[in-house]
């Protein structure tokens, strides 16, 4: 008797459509940490559980690949086809003999010394930037790197600038990577 009462409420349980919903719940957001694993950088507002508790993401399906060495290689093949591209070069915002304790780190005051200029992407830019890189190594290994940022994060490393004393040059040089950071993944 005791048995087929508590059947009777795990049956009436399993029909309750709040309990469904819970249920229906918790997968979505099992589903969301299983996306956020393979999208680190998903923002609040980049996904959101609907009225029948089903997740609904606005990020692209398949998780972010590394980077490998040809990933932009069709960007720097020779293509007779397109012309030669200028680009304007942006002036320097403090040489390093001036005072730098007041450089510009706001992103509006950076976009006004820019013009306000997008990103340019041209495959020609890009040929051309990837020979500058080269040059300025000196034959020491390069490595691109893609980082995808939320707001309001650190991405995960710092930099350390170090001058060299025999050449006088300047190097920028990676100090640490944060294991959890972004950079760490």
Do not use: C
Request: hydrophobic share 35%; proline share 8%.
């Amino acid at each position: 008797m005791h048995t087929s009462q508590d059947l009777k409420s795990l049956i009436s349980l399993l029909e309750d459509p709040v309990f469904r919903s819970i249920v229906t719940i918790q997968d979505s957001l099992i589903e969301l940490n299983t996306q956020l694993t393979h999208h680190p950088s998903i923002l609040p507002g980049d996904f959101d559980i609907n009225i029948s508790g089903q997740l609904e993401l606005s990020v692209p399906t398949t998780p972010v690949q590394p980077l490998g060495p040809n990933m932009y290689q069709d960007l720097y093949q020779d293509n007779s086809e397109q012309e030669d591209q200028r680009v304007p070069v942006a002036p320097l915002l403090h040489s390093s003999s001036e005072d730098t304790s007041a450089q510009v780190t706001s992103p509006s005051l950076v976009s006004e010394v820019m013009g306000g200029m997008p990103p340019i992407t041209t495959p020609t830019y890009a040929k051309e930037f990837k020979k500058v890189i080269e040059a300025a190594a000196k034959g020491r290994q390069i490595f691109t790197v893609q980082l995808y940022k939320p707001e309001g994060t650190s991405l995960g490393f710092s930099v350390v600038g170090l001058r060299s004393k025999d050449k006088n040059e300047v190097g920028i040089f990676l100090q640490e990577i944060q294991p959890n950071g972004i950079a760490g993944w």
